[in-house]
């Protein structure tokens, strides 16, 4: 019975639950984190896109029933392998969708929208998009640029637009980084065909994907750089006037939020190295649980983030 139910926990995938997490975007740069009702509304948003992108993962294990059993890590997946059927899938789904439908409605207004967009992206994507090369990726990147204005939407605070096209850059960059381990993965797998597991993948080379995946990474760290550069401060400034020269209070009581373009820059080459060296980076969310550099590194930028934007002030 307990093993009956982690394979259904299995089956809603929670370790990509943290992807969701980019509905926090827009509260946190926009300075209304210990803003109590909002927060709250962000935390119901979490959890509805967390249902919402379980839902659409049990439609696309149904739909690639076949191909995961030929895939070397995804054939262990409950349906593949036979520890949940389709029919019990179907159920499941049914139940997960019905709450979906349910919360997204008490919410309403644009989320609402964002929310079917999202759905119908992925399911396009589950039949068909999958399988068309470019277009894959793109709705890889949509998921995510998606959870980002989801977030905007609920929370009623507005990111910048510097800040979306770092959402945009880093979206496609983990999604090319997907499909470059994924296409790794694969070429050193002994027996496996690679149109027959992924067809979209026949059609990328790593040269290619290695221009994609250079052409992000580089436009993640300019868009994130001049985001810091040009965001408003907000909070307590400290002032240096009297232990500083003239011409440095204004970055240190200003600009503060540069620095956590160390930990931006920390995280994007560790990344790239977990992609090329360690051929990791077909699931993002996997490579941040189990790469604790990493992991760790992320947390730091959380934190200064955090303390720049609501105690320092930007």
Not at 217 to 232: C, D, G, I, R
Not at 238 to 266: A, E, G, H, R
Request: charged share 20%; proline share 3%.
């Amino acid at each position: 019975m307990i093993e009956h139910l982690y394979s259904v926990l299995k089956l809603l995938r929670p370790r990509q639950w943290i992807k969701n997490f980019a509905l926090f975007a827009a509260i946190v740069f926009g300075g209304q984190l210990f803003n109590l009702a909002s927060f709250e509304n962000v935390i119901w948003g979490f959890v509805a896109f967390c249902l919402l992108a379980s839902s659409t993962y049990i439609i696309n294990d149904i739909l690639d029933l076949e191909k995961d059993r030929l895939h070397p890590f995804k054939k262990a997946r409950p349906i593949a392998s036979g520890k949940i059927s389709i029919n019990e899938a179907i159920a499941i789904f049914i139940l997960d969708i019905i709450v979906v439908f349910y919360l997204v409605s008490a919410i309403g207004g644009v989320f609402l929208l964002i929310a079917v967009v999202y759905f119908m992206l992925q399911l396009s994507y589950s039949f068909f998009l999958k399988n068309v090369a470019v277009f894959d990726i793109l709705i890889i990147a949509a998921g995510y640029i998606l959870r980002v204005l989801a977030g905007e939407a609920i929370s009623g605070s507005h990111i910048s637009a510097w800040l979306l096209l770092t959402t945009i850059a880093l979206s496609l960059f983990l999604a090319v980084g997907k499909r470059r381990s994924e296409l790794t993965l694969l070429k050193n797998y002994k027996g496996a065909k690679i149109e027959e597991i992924r067809e979209s993948l026949s059609h990328y080379s790593e040269r290619l994907l290695d221009a994609y995946t250079a052409m992000f990474a580089t436009s993640t760290f300019m868009f994130y750089s001049l985001f810091t550069f040009l965001e408003n401060p907000r909070g307590i400034r400290i002032s240096f006037d009297l232990l500083l020269p003239d011409f440095l209070p204004y970055y240190l009581q200003k600009k503060w939020l540069m620095v956590t373009i160390l930990p931006v820059i920390y995280g994007l080459l560790r990344y790239l190295e977990d992609i090329y060296e360690k051929r990791e980076g077909e699931s993002p969310d996997r490579v941040l649980l189990s790469d604790k550099p990493l992991l760790i590194s992320v947390l730091i930028w959380v934190v200064l983030v955090v303390f720049i934007i609501y105690v320092i002030g930007g």
